[in-house]
């Protein structure tokens, strides 16, 4: 009981800083996963990427669903959307969705993309600039539409100097042309890793159209690896021998294993010293 106790208030800490950071996130994206544990039990993966004011990425597990009836693309809505309204997370800072691609993702009409999109354009955010990498209208072949479609917007910020600015958004165009002319900026861009180009040496205050474009694009997950590494470490957690697990304790045990936050453990024990301490009076 002890040590279950003790998981919970280590993951309990995680998910206030996640709480608390969220407020600090200018974009993030989602990746979303599903898949059966030990007892059947459909557990859809819901993982948030951001980046902040700062370019500072960051990938957490947002929630772990245990969805114990059905799952649909209105189940998993209600999920994902309960998740992210608990953690704070804004629908205009939504920048990316990547799902496995199964119908119930990615269906038409009652697909959690398409019914995520409706929820969007009625809460008015219709001009949020989304860009959905593998949350797909139709199977593997559409994957390679879709990214033919943002090879522009993919370009821009992984090879800015090989672009014609007319091939650009309006924009975007002149702040590219200026990027363009800087030498020191060309040298830069060749000698230091992607991150660390746009982090340390494109100005905001210049080029403020071209941050945000690839704060976007950075921000995107690039697949569902991330939830597929979650059930591999699932199915040790809650193997055959280990079945009475709660849906909390499983959620909890993979929080805590799946982070990359550094625990405040000097916060999370304090209380527990005082509580000992005064036991001992």
Same mark, same amino acid.
Do not use: W
């Given at each position: 009981?002890?040590?279950?106790?003790?998981? %919970? #208030?280590?993951?309990? +800490? /995680?998910?206030?800083?996640?709480?608390?950071? =969220?407020?600090?996130?200018?974009?993030? *994206? @989602?990746?979303?996963?599903?898949?059966?544990?030990?007892?059947?039990?459909?557990?859809?993966?819901?993982?948030?990427?951001?980046?902040?004011?700062?370019?500072?990425?960051?990938?957490?597990?947002?929630?772990?669903?245990?969805?114990?009836?059905?799952?649909?693309?209105?189940?998993?809505?209600?999920?994902?959307?309960?998740?992210?309204?608990?953690?704070?997370?804004?629908?205009?800072?939504?920048?990316?969705?990547?799902?496995?691609?199964?119908?119930?993702?990615?269906?038409?009409?009652?697909?959690?993309?398409?019914?995520?999109?409706?929820?969007?354009?009625?809460?008015?955010?219709?001009?949020?600039?989304?860009?959905?990498?593998?949350?797909?209208?139709?199977?593997? %072949? #559409?994957?390679?539409? +879709? /990214?033919?479609?943002?090879?522009?917007?993919? =370009?821009?910020?992984?090879?800015?100097? *090989? @672009?014609?600015?007319?091939?650009?958004?309006?924009?975007?165009?002149?702040?590219?042309?200026?990027?363009?002319?800087?030498?020191?900026?060309?040298?830069?861009?060749?000698?230091?890793?992607?991150?660390?180009?746009?982090?340390?040496?494109?100005?905001?205050?210049?080029?403020?159209?071209?941050?945000?474009?690839?704060?976007?694009?950075?921000?995107?997950?690039?697949?569902?690896?991330?939830?597929?590494?979650?059930?591999?470490?699932?199915?040790?957690?809650?193997?055959?021998?280990?079945?009475?697990?709660?849906?909390?304790?499983?959620?909890?045990?993979?929080?805590?294993?799946?982070?990359?936050?550094?625990?405040?453990?000097?916060?999370?024990?304090?209380?527990?010293?005082?509580?000992?301490?005064?036991?001992?009076?």
């Amino acid at each position: 009981m002890t040590i279950s106790r003790r998981i %919970e #208030n280590l993951s309990t +800490d /995680l998910k206030l800083t996640l709480e608390k950071r =969220a407020s600090e996130f200018q974009y993030y *994206s @989602l990746a979303l996963d599903e898949s059966t544990d030990a007892t059947d039990t459909a557990q859809l993966a819901v993982f948030v990427r951001r980046i902040d004011s700062k370019f500072n990425l960051t990938e957490e597990l947002a929630n772990l669903h245990s969805l114990h009836d059905k799952t649909t693309g209105v189940d998993i809505y209600k999920a994902v959307m309960n998740g992210i309204d608990a953690i704070g997370l804004k629908l205009n800072n939504l920048c990316g969705v990547t799902t496995d691609g199964t119908p119930s993702m990615i269906g038409k009409e009652r697909g959690f993309v398409a019914l995520l999109e409706k929820e969007r354009i009625n809460s008015g955010n219709t001009g949020v600039y989304a860009i959905e990498i593998n949350s797909l209208r139709k199977e593997f %072949e #559409n994957r390679f539409k +879709d /990214l033919r479609s943002n090879i522009v917007n993919f =370009a821009i910020f992984s090879n800015p100097f *090989s @672009l014609e600015p007319i091939e650009l958004p309006e924009h975007l165009q002149l702040e590219l042309v200026d990027m363009q002319c800087n030498q020191d900026l060309k040298a830069k861009f060749n000698d230091v890793t992607l991150i660390d180009f746009y982090q340390k040496y494109l100005s905001s205050s210049d080029y403020p159209n071209l941050i945000k474009h690839c704060k976007m694009m950075a921000c995107l997950f690039g697949s569902t690896y991330i939830c597929e590494q979650l059930f591999s470490q699932m199915k040790l957690v809650k193997s055959k021998c280990r079945t009475v697990l709660t849906d909390r304790h499983l959620e909890d045990t993979l929080r805590i294993a799946t982070t990359d936050m550094e625990q405040n453990i000097d916060h999370i024990v304090r209380p527990m010293r005082h509580q000992s301490s005064s036991m001992s009076k």
